[in-house]
């Protein structure tokens, strides 16, 4: 794990992880909202994604008075839990201190939802996560919508009018992550778990 503790000045106090698939066929997917959210969150705090050994994309740095680590896995989504598990066990982190990001089909477009633990809800990467480390991992999910044909959909790009919509999501999503980090998860479950948010 040395090379992990090279990432960062400090161990970190979160790792925050956003699902999606690598390469720039993806990249502006629906499926990969989960990097999409971390690029936002990443340029607000303006910290530098770089490739790491552990088939990721990292970066650290401080947000809200806190070291954190931001990871895109670079495994394909279905896979996630094979870089996820490790990194966290590597830097001694607790399951309360990781948060993963992804796309979810049952929630209308934009639309986020935190939650402390449960089931994967049939996202893939996330049942590969909770295959590896149990069902009590935080997470918040961003709402896509649903449409007929699922795999075509989640693998297409938002259209010009929802890219607007998503925007404001990525923005209340680093609003939703500062939040979490300063006062804790039941705090951003109040906040932003809100109807219409």
Known sequence: MERLRRLFFKRP???????????ERYAATRHNVGFQ??????????????????QGLMAGGEIEGHQV???KPLTYVN???DVVAPLLKGYGLPLDRLLI???DLDLPLGRIRIREQGSAG??????SIIDLLGPEVPRLRVGIGRKENLK???LSPFTAEERVIMEKSYE????AVECLIREGLSKAMERFNREGS
């Open 172 to 175: 209340r999503i680093a609003d």
């Open 101 to 103: 990001i992804y796309d």
């Open 152 to 154: 075509e959909y989640v």
């Open 69 to 71: 680590a931001l990871l």
């Open 122 to 127: 049939g996202h893939k990467g996330m049942a």
């Open 37 to 54: 959210a971390l690029d936002h969150l990443a340029k607000r705090h303006y910290l530098s994604f770089r490739k790491a050994r552990l």
């Open 13 to 23: 106090h979160w790792l925050i992880v956003g699902l999606g698939n690598p390469g």
């Open 79 to 81: 896979r996630s839990g």
